[in-house]
């Protein structure tokens, strides 16, 4: 293969970063040539996840790459009900009717 850092042994899971990292990798190599079958070797993924890859970097550049913030279930509290709670955990127990701080 062409000279470049491989990117050594990798753990078991990846983390979101490290995921994002290696497919920002992987585009690098592909926008230097190397065919895809190549870059899934070197990056340790399957020869299905590189097209994928390919596409989302035809169709949006790298930007298309970067991970994306996951936003979760939205909250059954208003900012004033939070603001509430915060309060009470201050407080502590004993003032919250507990028996004890515990």
Known sequence: ???VVVMG????RL??????ERRLFAASLLKSGWRPVDVADECGVTR?????WCKALAQGGVRRLRRKPHQGRPSWLSASEW???A??????????VF???R
């Open 83 to 85: 603001k509430q709670v």
């Open 48 to 52: 299905g996840a590189v097209p994928q």
């Open 1 to 3: 293969m062409k000279g």
């Open 99 to 101: 028996p004890t701080e």
């Open 87 to 96: 309060r009470a955990f201050k407080a502590g127990a004993v003032r919250a």
């Open 9 to 12: 042994q990798q753990p078991f």
């Open 15 to 20: 983390t979101l970063g490290q995921m994002e």
